[in-house]
């Protein structure tokens, strides 16, 4: 038997929200192992004027839990 565990992240990029997903996924798969998957759960972003200044995508990423 086996267990899946999850957690939140919110990656940030100046570029778009696609590298600000890359970014957390990056993130956790510095102290993760056996990651299995990555749900996006919202994107957003902070504005400054009329422009984007930074994208923000909140992610769910699962891991399998090693016994």
């Known amino acids: 038997m086996s ?8 990656g940030v990029s100046t570029e778009s ?5 890359q970014a957390a996924l990056q993130e956790a798969s510095k102290t993760l192992r056996g990651i299995e998957g990555m749900e996006v759960i919202e994107t957003s972003a902070v504005v400054e004027g009329d422009k984007i200044k930074e994208y923000q995508t909140h992610v769910r990423i699962r891991f399998r839990i090693e016994r």
């Open 17 to 21: 929200w696609r590298d600000a997903a």
């Open 3 to 10: 267990v899946i565990k999850t957690i939140d992240l919110v």
